[in-house]
């Protein structure tokens, strides 16, 4: 296992997503909001494959330092792939699906985590 904290593995995550060329990638802390996880990895894709490719592209950024998932569901149908980091819980969604669930509203007290390409945009 890695010497990485709980937010620089959400962070790796986000990276690993990006370079899928996934979308509107967010980073929700959720500490003290539920026992589940203390992040979410939020992120969108335009097709079944490009969802699969996202998700395979996290797990292999991941399982590189160690960091290997308890449960990932959803990659048949590729609509909605959660990936189940214990701490950390990534969400790749089809674009309709994330719109759909719009899990952001419903985590809206949660802080939103900006990566470096965040705050160099700002």
Not at 74 to 96: C, E, N, Q, S
Request: overall charge negative.
């Amino acid at each position: 296992m890695s010497d990485l904290n709980i937010k620089d593995i959400a962070l790796l995550a986000a990276d690993a997503a990006d370079d899928k060329k996934a979308e509107d990638i967010d980073i929700l802390n959720v500490q003290g909001l539920t026992v589940i996880a203390d992040y979410f990895v939020l992120c969108s894709a335009n097709s079944d494959q490009q969802v699969r490719a996202v998700a395979r592209s996290i797990d292999e950024k991941l399982s590189e330092i160690g960091i290997e998932p308890k449960k990932i569901a959803g990659m048949d149908d590729a609509r909605w792939v959660l990936m189940d980091y214990a701490d950390v819980i990534v969400h790749v969604f089809h674009k309709r699906e994330r719109e759909y669930y719009d899990l952001e509203r419903l985590w809206s007290d949660a802080e939103k985590i900006l990566r470096q390409e965040d705050q160099e945009e700002l």
